[in-house]
Every structure is written in C-alpha cells, then in structure tokens.
C-alpha cells in the first residue's frame, strides 16, 4: 500500500466531485453547547513511557470539570479503523494521518480529543498539527529513558523485541525522533502520572481550550 500523498488525495477529491457540506450547526456553537473549545491534546512517546496512564489520568480531570472528551489509544484504533496498517514505517504514517484525520473531526464537533500512540516521527506529528491547526493542537512529549521503559514493560514487549519477536519495535529496532518544541515534556521517570495528568490539566486551561465561559467560547473566534 501506498502513502497517500496530499496531491493524490485532492485529486481524488476533484474526481469524484467531493465537497465539504457546511451545516447549520457551526463549530462554534457546538463548542458553546460544551462550555470549552475542540482540541487535541496529543501524547507521544517510547512504548511503555506513560502515554495511555497519563492520557486517562488527564481524561478523569477534565470529565470531573464537565468537558466532553475521548482517548484515542493506539491499540484500540488498530483493532478497526486501522486494522489494515502495519508497522513499517509507510503504515505507521497512514496511521497517524488517518487518526489526525479523525481527532480534526472530533476537534470539529467541539470535543477534546486526547490521543496515546507512540508517533515516533515527527513530519506525521507536524502534519496533524498543520491538519488541525495550531491553536487547537498540543503535543505532549513524554519522556522516559529507553531503560526504564524496559524495564517496565507492562505487555512484554521490549522482552518480545529484544528476542527478535517483534520486528521493528520502537526504541529497539526503529527510531522515535523526539519533539523538538513541544508543548509540554513530561519526564515519566521523575513524575507521577497524577502530577503529569494535572500539568497537562493547567497547560490546557492556560491556552483557554478550557475554562472560559460559554459566551466567550462562541466570542473567543
Ligand atoms: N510517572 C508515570 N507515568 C506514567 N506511567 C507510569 C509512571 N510511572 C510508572 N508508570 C507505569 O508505566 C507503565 C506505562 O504504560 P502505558 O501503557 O501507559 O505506556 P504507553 O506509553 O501507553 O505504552 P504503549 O505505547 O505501549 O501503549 C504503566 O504500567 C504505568 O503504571
Ligand atoms: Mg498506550
């Protein structure tokens, strides 16, 4: 299979006639309906490094402050959306993009979309944030030395790769290439997962994404 490229995708468009149907119901009002802005807040990092923990962690927080949010977590999506995909580095792509593709709509509906997948590179990660927007998008790098993941390794996966079971496992036998600007590093091996969760919680409310009031969610554009 090959990756998608954007002029494939607009021609793809043009052939078969595809508009975007603009409804009644804008955006904006659905984010005044919530009381909160759409956005993505999205994890990235080593397997085992925290991203699911603190991704839930973060989704308890802003559920108990009335937003409507959900997690997009890596194997979760793999089990329909992207069942097809591998992991070779053309599929992990596709994987991303059809999931940032996803999270653009959630953003759409006025949801705040949290997601946990490794991400490891960083022109995909760049795209979704291009995709969305960079108002609506933080990437959250969660740090954590390669050794301490191992040792971790709540599935047995780092014991899998290095056997040679699994082909192509990030951190072993492909690279992750790190955020250079996130919005945020955690660095899992020196925080807690509540912490962590609750430092994501303030940087969400700093960027006004939460924590305006209704009104100002609809005048805030
Ligand atoms: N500070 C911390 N933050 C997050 N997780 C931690 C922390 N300290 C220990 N852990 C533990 O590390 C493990 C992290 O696993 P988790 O499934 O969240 O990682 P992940 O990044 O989502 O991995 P994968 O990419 O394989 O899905 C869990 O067992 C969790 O309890
Ligand atoms: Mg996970």
């Known amino acids: 299979m090959s990756k998608p490229i954007e002029t494939d995708i607009q021609e793809v468009r043009e052939k078969n006639n595809v508009t975007w149907f603009n409804g009644a119901v804008s955006r904006e009002k659905r984010e005044n309906l919530h009381g909160h802005k759409g956005a993505v807040i999205w994890f990235t990092g080593l397997s085992a490094s925290g991203k699911s923990t603190i991704a839930h962690h973060l989704e308890r927080l802003l559920y108990e402050a009335g937003c409507s ?6 194997d979760n999506v793999r089990h329909g959306l992207c069942a097809d995909l591998s992991f070779t580095p053309e599929h992990r792509s ?13 953003v759409d509906a006025g949801v705040i979309a949290v997601t946990a997948f490794i991400s490891p590179y960083k022109e995909d990660r760049d795209s979704v944030r291009r995709l969305v927007g960079d108002a609506s998008f933080l990437e959250i790098f969660v740090q954590c030395p390669p050794e301490v993941c191992a040792a971790r390794d709540p599935k047995g ?6 056997r ?6 990030t951190g072993v036998s492909a690279p992750y290439e790190e955020p250079a600007d996130p919005d945020l590093t955690i660095h899992s091996s020196d925080e ?4 962590a969760a609750r430092r994501v919680y303030d940087l969400i409310k ?16």
Request: net charge negative.
């Open 157 to 162: 996966l780092y014991e899998r790769a290095q």
């Open 94 to 106: 596709e994987n991303i993009r059809r999931i940032g593709e996803m999270t653009k709509l959630f």
């Open 206 to 221: 700093q960027r006004h994404i939460i924590g305006v009031s209704r009104e100002a969610v609809e005048d805030h554009d």
């Open 69 to 74: 949010t959900y997690v997009f977590d890596g």
């Open 164 to 169: 040679g079971e699994i082909k192509e496992f």
């Open 192 to 195: 807690d997962a509540d912490t």
